[in-house]
């Protein structure tokens, strides 16, 4: 199960998140987090090209460490014309320090929309052996909907969480499957959301405040974190192929993973998928002011 879970880099490359007091990741720390992932069971990072410097901290451990070699999911820019294609993946490899690309996927649905002339090339480095897949990062159920008319887009990376849930994305999920495309997700978390303590200092816990009081209740009636509820209630989903954290440590990392143990009730998933967020908005990170 602990190969399901891919581990985020952002944090590697960028100060980034709501509740990252200690901002972007030193390249020690970030060493001792990709060891401890190898150790534990992760096989696969996200990253991209906008995160800062996380493709050399990504490379770099991989030169210190020859005997682990991840699985790399990268990011096309959201609004590059990438008329060079071919040199952006090779760079991308070298700087990662690795023989192919597992996923090269558009940082956004508008970058897939406003580059399709390049799918034909990406296909063509698919079939060397140097993209092993293409996908598309995207927000909306619109979107996912238009992915599943393209066969060259084996790979939909979506929000999934306790919000961004079963009830909402769960019909959607299942054409994918059927179309034998391979689903991430992301946002487990809301990035950090649902482990705000103070509601009143910021504007969307304030909107979202009912229903993360709910999360807790429902986290409380479980006896189980919050963090293992929400991690635990993506894994459990048979239609999800892999889900993406991020961390801030290795502690951490220790923590999230516990969840793969925990087996979470029917029950729970019930009152989970009952949570409804009547402004979508709420739920998308890019639209936070």
């Given at each position: 199960?602990?190969?399901?879970v891919i581990?985020?880099?952002?944090?590697?490359?960028?100060?980034?998140?709501?509740?990252?007091n200690?901002?972007?990741?030193?390249?020690?720390?970030?060493?001792?987090?990709?060891?401890?992932?190898?150790?534990?069971?992760?096989?696969?990072?996200?990253?991209?090209?906008?995160y800062?410097?996380?493709?050399?901290?990504i490379?770099?451990?991989h030169?210190?460490?020859?005997?682990?070699k991840?699985?790399?999911i990268?990011?096309i820019?959201h609004h590059?014309?990438?008329?060079?294609?071919?040199q952006?993946?090779?760079?991308?490899?070298?700087?990662l320090h690795?023989?192919?690309?597992?996923?090269?996927?558009f940082?956004?649905?508008?970058?897939?929309?406003d580059n399709?002339?390049?799918?034909?090339i990406?296909?063509?480095?698919?079939?060397?052996?140097?993209?092993?897949?293409i996908?598309?990062?995207?927000?909306?159920?619109?979107?996912?909907?238009?992915?599943?008319?393209?066969?060259?887009?084996t790979?939909v990376?979506?929000?999934?969480?306790?919000l961004?849930?079963?009830?909402?994305?769960?019909d959607?999920?299942?054409?994918?499957k059927?179309?034998?495309?391979?689903?991430?997700?992301?946002?487990?978390?809301?990035q950090g959301?649902?482990?705000?303590?103070?509601?009143?200092d910021?504007y969307?816990?304030?909107?979202?405040?009912?229903?993360?009081?709910?999360?807790?209740?429902?986290?409380?009636e479980?006896?189980?974190s919050?963090?293992?509820?929400?991690?635990?209630?993506?894994?459990?989903?048979k239609?999800?192929?892999q889900?993406?954290?991020?961390?801030d440590?290795?502690?951490?990392?220790?923590?999230?993973?516990?969840s793969?143990?925990y087996k979470?009730?029917?029950?729970t998933?019930?009152?989970?998928?009952?949570?409804?967020?009547?402004?979508?908005?709420?739920l998308?990170?890019?639209?936070?002011?």
């Open positions: 199960m602990k190969n399901k581990l985020g880099t952002v944090q590697m490359g960028l100060d980034y998140g709501i509740n990252n200690s901002g972007k990741i030193s390249f020690e720390n970030c060493c001792e987090i990709l060891q401890k992932a190898h150790e534990l069971g992760v096989d696969t990072l996200d990253t991209a090209e906008a800062g410097n996380a493709h050399e901290v490379g770099d451990f030169k210190l460490n020859p005997k682990i991840f699985n790399v990268t990011k820019p590059s014309i990438l008329k060079n294609i071919e952006t993946v090779a760079k991308y490899i070298y700087d690795v023989d192919s690309i597992e996923t090269l996927m940082h956004s649905f508008e970058s897939y929309i399709k002339q390049i799918l034909v990406l296909k063509d480095l698919k079939s060397k052996g140097l993209i092993k897949h996908g598309v990062s995207v927000y909306t159920n619109k979107q996912i909907e238009d992915l599943l008319l393209d066969d060259i887009i790979v990376q979506m929000p999934f969480n306790l961004d849930n079963e009830s909402v994305r769960g959607l999920m299942e054409k994918l059927n179309k034998s495309k391979v689903i991430h997700t992301r946002s487990a978390f809301l959301m649902f482990f705000k303590e103070n509601l009143e910021n969307v816990a304030q909107k979202l405040s009912n229903e993360l009081t709910m999360i807790k209740k429902i986290a409380i479980g006896n189980v919050i963090s293992n509820l929400a991690l635990s209630y993506c894994l459990s989903q239609n999800i192929d889900v993406l954290i991020g961390v440590s290795v502690n951490q990392l220790v923590d999230n993973l516990k793969v143990n979470i009730s029917k029950e998933i019930l009152a989970i998928n009952r949570l409804k967020v009547n402004d979508f908005d709420l998308n990170p890019s639209l936070w002011i």
